[in-house]
């Protein structure tokens, strides 16, 4: 059984830090394509970031380009995301996915998720 478990959500003002990383069991993690996407209230999920399984590509949606990094160690079965100079805008409740295809990946269809971390931006 494939397993994603988020961790390193949490509170941070304005213009603070935060890394969020993503274990993978159950699975060849190397042979997936990995990302994230959040959900904020009232708002519907949306894709933020993923790297392919070889972590030389990556992809990001435009309001966190130069602020946000994906990366994964594969031998470790982990990814992260790195997310800097952080708004109020990017609290949401963050999931990690991976998926065969990174191009399926981005628009949603993911064959595993994580169950979410919450990442809250003060101002």
């Known amino acids: 059984q494939v397993q994603l478990v988020e961790s390193g959500g949490g509170l941070v003002q304005v213009g603070g830090s935060l890394k969020l990383s993503c274990a993978a069991s159950?699975?060849?993690?190397?042979?997936?394509?990995m990302g994230w996407f959040r959900q904020a209230p009232g708002k519907e999920r949306e894709f933020v970031a993923s790297?392919?399984?070889?972590?030389?590509?990556?992809y990001y949606i435009e309001s966190v380009k130069g602020r946000f990094t994906n990366s994964r160690d594969n031998a470790k079965n982990t990814g992260s995301l790195q997310m800097d100079s952080l708004k109020p805008e990017d609290t949401a409740v963050y999931y990690c996915?991976?998926?065969?295809?990174?191009?399926?990946?981005?628009?949603?269809?993911?064959?595993?998720w994580g169950q979410g971390t919450q990442v809250t931006v003060s101002s």
């Open positions: 159950g699975c060849t993690f190397s042979r997936h394509a």
């Open positions: 996915a991976a998926d065969d295809y990174a191009a399926r990946l981005r628009i949603g269809v993911c064959d595993y």
């Open positions: 790297i392919n399984w070889s972590g030389d590509k990556t």
